[in-house]
């Protein structure tokens, strides 16, 4: 059964500062995808990575892929208060579902 | 439309009764999910269809749950002698393809939030 296993599961940042998550998973799998979730709100998607050694880039986020070492990372730049959400990190099982991290509660205080 | 479109946002229902909640995909995606969120669980597969087929029906949590999926479309989740425990956001997502080969990115709809008195 797949696991897929973030952390921390919760984040206080202070603006400007570096940090970074980390999304563990249990199988064999080169295709992870990163969500953001805002309060009462649904899934947006950030980044898709398809292949070892994927790196992409949006503004002050910054997702990679090691599939050997079946871990991704999303790494925040110099937060800024609009990055407090909730971020889920999440495998493809066999190209026909998710499965999701618990989720890392991110809040960015001034 | 734009986007998957959910509906209602929101449902307020007594134990015991059924309710159906709907989801339409982004036009001309071919595949289609049901996820489930709540405080205790996250967030659970609950169903796949890929056009109006269900090849993984694993995520339902017991026979007082069914989706169906129409014209390769409109889905219905259907929950009969809702239970407190069902209460919960639940999530319909849908994507272009799907299968090993494919790039399945979904793309989320907004939610129906299901509380069960």
């Known amino acids: 059964e797949l696991k897929v296993e973030q952390n921390p599961l919760f984040l206080s940042m202070q603006e400007g500062k570096n940090y970074t998550i980390y999304c563990n998973y249990s199988t064999t799998s080169d295709r992870l995808y990163w969500y953001r979730q805002d309060p009462g709100k649904s899934l947006e998607s950030l980044f898709v990575l398809l292949s070892n050694g994927a790196v992409k880039q949006e503004g002050r986020l910054m997702a990679s892929l090691d599939t050997k070492a079946r871990l991704s990372t999303l790494h925040i730049t110099a937060a800024v208060h609009d990055l407090s959400a909730t971020y889920f990190c999440?495998?493809?099982?066999?190209?026909?579902?998710?499965?999701f991290g618990a989720g890392t509660i991110l809040r960015v205080k001034s | 439309g734009a986007g998957v479109s959910q509906s209602p946002s929101n449902k307020v229902t007594e134990k015991g009764k059924d309710v159906e909640l709907r989801c339409d995909p982004i036009s001309g995606h071919t595949a289609l999910y049901w996820y489930r969120q709540s405080l205790g669980q996250g967030l659970e597969f609950l169903i796949y269809f890929q056009g109006n087929s269900a090849p993984d029906k694993s995520g339902l949590p017991s026979d007082r749950f069914s989706a169906e999926r129409t014209g390769g479309s409109v889905s219905t989740l259907t929950i009969q002698r809702t239970q407190q425990e069902d209460s919960a956001v639940y999530l319909c997502?849908?994507?272009?393809?799907?299968?090993?080969?494919?790039?399945?990115?979904?793309?989320f709809g907004p939610g129906t939030r299901l509380t069960v008195l």
């Open positions: 997502a849908s994507s272009s393809d799907s299968g090993l080969a494919a790039y399945n990115e979904q793309f």
């Open positions: 999440a495998v493809d099982e066999y190209g026909n579902k998710l499965v």
